[in-house]
């Protein structure tokens, strides 16, 4: 016979032999790249990112400063690499690791602002200012 509904949904799960659980602190594809004997001749911009420790969004922002070239002349809108000797050089200079967050700080708070002008120009109320909007009368 089967039992009631409600007795079956008190049943506890049955437990499972505790598996170590394993906390990943970086992704997989970086530990990967920072476990190869030997760098590629070329790294993507993902590479260079997670050799540099910051985001890929970053790159280009490194490149329009002249603290990272990349390799050749790429059109625009194709796929960027990177020479692994100077992400390296430029990952082990501590100056250079400087001058990279500062241009990554001054970077994100200009846009940030930029952004957050734009919507006060535009007539947003700032900081929760409790603007009411107005209601048309119904016919």
Do not use: F
């Not at 032999?17 to 790294?43: A, F, M």
């Not at 329009?64 to 050089?89: A, D, F, R, W």
């Amino acid at each position: 016979m089967n039992p009631p509904i409600n007795e079956r949904v008190n049943i506890p799960p049955a437990r499972k032999p505790q598996e170590k659980t394993e906390v990943n602190l970086i992704s997989v594809h970086v530990r990967d790249l920072l476990n190869v004997r030997r760098l590629q001749g070329r790294l993507t911009v993902r590479q260079t990112a997670a050799l540099l420790n910051c985001g890929e969004h970053d790159i280009p922002v490194l490149v329009q400063h002249g603290l990272l070239t990349h390799l050749g002349n790429p059109p625009p809108y194709t796929q960027k690499y990177y020479s692994p000797l100077e992400v390296l050089e430029l990952a082990g200079a501590a100056q250079k690791m400087g001058q990279i967050c500062d241009v990554l700080y001054r970077h994100w708070h200009d846009k940030n602002a930029a952004k957050t002008n734009a919507t006060h120009s535009q007539g947003a109320p700032s900081n929760g200012g409790g603007s009411r909007s107005r209601r048309l009368p119904r016919n």
